[in-house]
């Protein structure tokens, strides 16, 4: 049997940095004229960070007592207070500091090759300040090809699948370099149809050459071969044989000599004699799903989906089995229960999403029996249906809430909306309600009580074409 007496051995190492005892190093760190100093020990150096200690076997002595100074003035003072007291005391309290602080924080492990410090803070930054990073999203992503970011990278993919716009419309768009571009267009399952893919492409290789003409009409040979030149490790990513005639014609002919002859020749054929065999390679189609909703992601549908399922793993966004057909949006259609009955009585496989005003909270149901007007003032029994709350914004995790008692599930009553027993039901405009856990697991929300919603959502969902024609 170990014992371990990591905490005192922690706490000692950090008593010797902060004292400073028998030091032969001063790290300076910070911007002048305001540069802090740091006294560090060689030794620790060679075995906790060997990037220091070569920095240190490269500096030279700078005064009587054989002591040798480095300077690191571009890292801010704070961040390399974090950086030396992991390096001593295998610690680092987060706590209360602002999240640019810890993605510095993270780059300057990285610069440090702290492999370990590394792989800890970008799980920690995803799943405590996901909202920071998103609204930081284009210098994230930037970073995130780095060396050592793998988590990190994984994470900007995942966004940049379900949300490309906040690649595609940034500011920042036209400054994304080459390598990156290309690595987002030939991915399977961007989101994004193909002739919005061109447009982009066409867009950033013109932006790289401020000397082409604004207007097409005035282009010449020479301007055509810049591009093609500018976009020759983009171009073979587009997927030409997936546009309709329409936007072949009005996309891609005007462009045409950007293109090889041979590749321009096949497009028009496939389009004018498809049966007519070509060389050209055809790239498959991209997994592309969409969700028509102003409330919940993609991954959000694919979420639900897994749950109806009930799969113990969530599926991939590019596998979701079903389709979501909204028929009710509260904004567009009215949030009166008048509204919600004329279009969701007696419908069957109903998913219902509210927005929380004001907080980041995304609650809703499913309901596969569906509300029935023929029986109001009655309870409907279903083994299946369950309601949630979702992962957005600043709430870090699902909820899920099966129903346990299958007579109290769901409640017709012609006074509410969509009603999943006393658990959780619209109450009247724009408000929800969460009384006593009757009919399902758990509450989805800390407060019960009513709470009122910026927007909702019904889906009725059914199984795509594809799936339903393997299972046969």
Known sequence: MTLNFYENLSNDYIKLLENGDEHNIIIEAGESPVMHT?????????????????????????????????????????????????????????????????????????QFQLEELVARLQPFLIENHPSWLKSNFYKIYHSSFQPGFTVLRKFCNDIIVNHPN????????NTLPEADLVSIIQSDDLQLEEPQVWDYVIQ???????????????????????LKNTLQQCLPHIRYFQFSNEYIMEKIYPYQQILEKKLMSDILKYYITPDRPISSTILPPRNIFQIT?????????????????????????????????????????????????????RKTNIVVVARVKDT?????????????SNFMSQYSKTNDSFIFSLKNGSIKNNILSRVKNANLGIYNNSDYGSNF?????????????????EGYEKLIRKKTGEFPIDDYEVFQISKKENTLNIQQ
């Not at 690649?167 to 920042?172: C, G, M, Q």
């Not at 950033?204 to 810049?226: M, V, Y």
């Open 38 to 110: 740091f006294k560090v020990h060689s030794t620790v150096l060679r075995y906790r960070c060997p990037y220091l200690y070569d920095e240190f076997k490269k500096s030279t002595i700078n005064n009587d007592d054989n002591i040798r100074i480095i300077q690191k003035p571009p890292i801010s003072a704070k961040v390399f207070n974090f950086i030396i007291k992991y390096i001593y005391g295998a610690t680092i309290n987060l706590e209360k500091v602002e999240t640019y602080i810890i993605f510095d924080l993270l780059m300057t492990a990285n």
């Open 166 to 173: 906040l690649i595609f419309e940034s500011n920042d768009f």
């Open 204 to 226: 950033w290789g013109t932006a790289q050459n401020k000397i082409l003409p604004s207007n097409l009409d005035d282009w010449i040979e020479k301007d055509f071969q810049i």
């Open 293 to 345: 909703s102003s409330i919940i992601s993609n991954k959000h549908a694919t979420e639900i989906a897994s749950w109806i399922d009930k799969k113990e793993v969530t599926y991939e966004f590019n596998n979701n089995p079903y389709d979501f057909n909204l028929i009710l949006r509260g904004s567009r259609d009215g949030f009166g229960k008048d509204v919600f009955w004329n279009l969701c009585d």
């Open 360 to 372: 980041d909270e995304i609650v809703g149901g499913y309901n596969p029996i569906g509300w029935n």
């Open 421 to 437: 027993g006393n658990d959780f039901f619209m109450k009247g405009t724009k408000l929800f309600n969460i009384l006593n856990l």
